[in-house]
Structures are given as structure tokens and as C-alpha cells.
């Protein structure tokens, strides 16, 4: 059926947006619950555990407490209280000092920081360098703003570590900003403070701002390694920013939170652009996510503890079953090529695995033109579940191998 015209022409730059790829998968599951059928949804990345008690308490007093009066407007640039939390949330978790007025900034999610961190700095035909599989938020708001979108490959054989040296120097010398995303959703790679060492290098060559993106810093699979900020690097708080969210390290994606750190000067710019579209967070969010910082981070270590055991169940019966599979080292995904049978149909694949299972999974081409031929299974399904999403695998006429 053609779409309808539509009455009020959007602007071309939401005309020319693709569907969300969550969006689309989000469809074919609610499709198949409307007929009631079992869906194991491993397609998005939701947390399906609980935030720490403490910090639901912390919201709850907030909301009935007459002194701290949540229910006016915040300031544009969020409460002190919560810009003091983070900063020392950087000093006790990476020993970076950051001053919480001028270096730190509450977001409504670390999705809308980021989207509107690229309205801030980004001209039409401006270049963007994006890492190829990514967090597919990238493209959407790097089209937002009429980019042009230069993505770089995080391929297998180099760890999921791009080389900045592929970069041309043409397309390097328009760009405006580069991302980069450790540890990595959708691969699970992970990095050492080198590549961001290379990476400011090869931004200060070219006069490009380095966004680095932590969402899932507390999130590593193997207890002996502890994820870097690129702020460690010295000098960098003075010319990086970072984005960091307490959707998954804290169970709190629902609640939107997350916040930005680094460079003064970006910071400054970002909250300019912020007062004119939001008034920052519901204060009570505010008042919980500095108890978050702040409080006993133990969440942390049992959330790494919670998706290490379902990455094992889960590579235990889709190895066993002849899908070669590696381990990510960190995230709540497991990242790999389809079997061999669907060649690079990643879509095939998704469709396949999803009538024949009830198993919904996110298709890699969704990720950028380097995720083609791949898919990402998320871990945010409880465990009684993903048994029965495995046996249902084991149970399924479907070719596994490769
Ligand atoms: C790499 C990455 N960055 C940022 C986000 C957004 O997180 P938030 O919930 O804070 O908007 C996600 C969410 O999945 C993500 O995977």
C-alpha cells in the first residue's frame, strides 16, 4: 500500500530520515503479540533489571519532599547537587578531576545530548566520522543535521578498533566531529587509553572535536578489565567531551539520564543550545541519579555478573548448534555474522530466526554499511526466558552453520 501524501509537507530533513531501525523491529514484535504469539525479544538493548533500591528511594523522597520542591522548573543546567555527583563519580571511578559548573551537564538520556551536541556543532555538508557498526542514534542524528556521514570500519581482525590512517585526508580535513564508542555496542570490542591517545592526535591534526561515548563502561564481561574514559588522557578534559547514560550501568533507561563531561568551552555550548528546547530534568530524576552516582555501585558489578552468565548460556547453544560465535568482551550484546546459509542477508535471517522461534534479534545493517551480513542479540531477557528463547533455537529446522 503507498504511503499517504501527506497533508503538511515535513521538513526535507525528516522526509529524508529512514525509519528508526529499532522502530522496525519494535513492529514486527508488536505484529506478532497482537497474534498472540510468544516473542523472545532480544532485539533492543533494555535493561529488564530493577535500579538499586536506594535510588528509588532517593526519587520518592524528593517528589514528597516540600523543601527540595521538584515540582517547578529546573535550571536549565540541571542541579548543582547532581553536577557535584558526576564529577565525583569521574574522580572516584577514572581519577579525573572535573569542576561540576563548568565541565559536567545533565541530559535527558545521553540520546538527546548527543543529537543535539551534532545541532550544535554541525552545518549542513559538514563531514561526521561515525565508527561502522554503531549505535544506530548516530546516523539519525547526524541526518538531522543534512551531515555527511563518513563511516569508519570496526572490523574483527582489528579488534573493533578503527584505523585513523584509512580516514582520507580530504574527508578529514571537512569534518567536524568524531565518535567513538567503548565499550562497543553492537560488537562488545573494547579499547585501552592508547586508541583515544590516537584518536585526539588525529582530531587535534585536524581540528576535529572527539565525542567519546561510555554508555556501557560499567558493563565488562571480564572482571579483570575496567573500561577507560577518554578524559584519562591528560589534557583531554580541556578538549573532549564524553557521554555517559545510566540506562544500563544502573538499570534507568526508562528514567532518561544521562550527562555529558569534559571540555568547558563544548559543555557551554551545548546547555546554550539545551535552554532554548528543554528545562533539563524532572528535579525528583535529578535528586535519584546523584544518589546513583554517588551511593554503592555494587548494581554495577552484579548487572556484569547478570549478562556474563546469559552470554554463556546463550554461546553455549548457538555454538553447539554450529553458529560461530565469539564472546564480546563487554556490553550486553553478542555480535556475529549470520549463518552461512542467509550469505549477507541479515534481514533474511532476522525474519527466518523469528517465525520459526519467536526469537527476535536486531539486524546488523541497521548498525551502518560495516554491520551488513551480521546480527546483535541483546541480553535483556530474563533468564527462564532466554532458556526457553534456546530451546527453542535447539527445537527449530533452520541451518545454523558458519
Ligand atoms: C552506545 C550507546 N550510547 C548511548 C545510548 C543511549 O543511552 P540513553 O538511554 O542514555 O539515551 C545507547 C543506548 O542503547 C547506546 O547503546
Not at 533500591?53 to 517547578?72: F, K
Not at 574483527?156 to 585526508?169: K, S
Not at 588525529?202 to 554508555?215: K, T, Y
Request: glycine share 8%; with cysteine.
Amino acid at each position: 500500500m503507498a504511503a499517504p501524501v501527506p497533508r503538511f509537507l515535513p521538513a526535507d530533513r525528516v522526509r529524508n530520515l529512514p525509519p528508526y531501525i529499532f522502530a522496525r523491529v519494535f513492529a514486527l514484535r508488536d505484529g506478532a503479540l497482537a497474534q498472540g504469539r510468544r516473542v523472545y525479544d532480544m532485539g533492543v538493548g533494555n535493561p529488564d533489571g530493577r535500579p538499586p533500591a536506594h535510588v528509588v528511594q532517593a526519587l520518592v523522597d524528593a517528589v514528597g519532599d516540600p523543601a527540595a520542591n521538584v515540582h517547578r522548573y529546573s535550571t536549565f543546567d540541571g542541579s548543582p547537587a547532581l553536577r557535584r555527583a558526576i564529577a565525583h563519580w569521574y574522580e572516584r571511578r577514572f581519577g579525573v578531576a572535573l569542576a561540576p559548573d563548568a565541565q559536567t551537564l545533565p541530559l535527558i538520556g545521553s540520546k538527546e545530548g548527543l543529537a543535539n551536541l551534532m545541532r550544535a556543532y554541525v552545518n549542513r555538508g559538514d563531514v561526521v566520522i561515525i565508527p561502522s557498526p554503531c549505535y544506530p542514534a548516530y546516523f539519525g542524528a547526524a541526518r538531522l543535521c543534512e551531515a555527511e556521514i563518513h563511516e569508519m570500519e570496526l572490523s574483527e581482525a582489528r579488534g573493533y578498533q578503527p584505523d585513523f590512517d584509512a580516514i582520507p585526508a580530504d574527508v578529514a580535513g571537512r569534518a567536524k566531529l568524531l565518535l567513538l564508542n567503548y565499550p562497543n555496542n553492537p560488537t562488545g570490542g573494547v579499547c585501552e587509553l592508547g586508541l583515544y591517545e590516537r584518536a585526539l592526535a588525529f582530531c587535534d591534526r585536524h581540528g576535529i572535536l572527539l565525542v567519546s561515548d561510555i554508555a556501557y563502561s560499567e558493563l565488562s564481561l571480564d572482571p579483570a578489565c575496567s573500561p577507560p574514559s577518554a578524559l584519562q588522557v591528560p589534557g583531554a578534559a580541556e578538549r573532549v567531551v564524553e557521554f555517559q547514560s545510566l540506562s544500563k550501568s544502573h538499570n534507568m533507561a526508562g528514567w532518561r539520564v544521562g550527562f555529558v563531561a569534559g571540555c568547558a568551552e563544548v559543555v557551554a555550548t551545548l546547555g546554550r543550545l539545551k535552554s532554548n528546547v528543554d528545562f533539563s530534568l524532572f528535579g525528583a530524576i535529578q535528586a535519584a541519579a546523584a544518589a546513583a552516582l554517588t551511593g554503592d555501585q555494587s548494581i554495577c558489578r552484579d548487572n556484569a555478573a547478570l549478562y556474563r552468565r546469559r552470554r554463556d548460556l546463550v554461546l553455549e547453544t548457538w555454538r553447539a548448534l554450529g553458529w560461530r560465535l565469539e564472546p564480546p568482551r563487554a556490553t550486553m550484546y553478542v555480535w556475529g555474522h549470520v549463518p552461512r546459509a542467509y550469505g549477507d542477508d541479515d534481514w533474511a535471517f532476522v525474519h527466518d530466526l523469528f517465525a520459526k522461534t519467536g526469537v527476535l534479534l536486531s539486524p546488523g545493517s541497521g548498525f551502518g554499511v560495516y554491520g551488513k551480513g551480521c546480527v546483535r542479540a541483546s541480553l535483556g531477557l530474563e533468564e527462564s526466558a532466554l532458556r526457553d528463547a534456546m530451546a527453542a533455537c535447539a527445537a527449530a529446522d533452520l541451518d545454523w552453520r558458519g
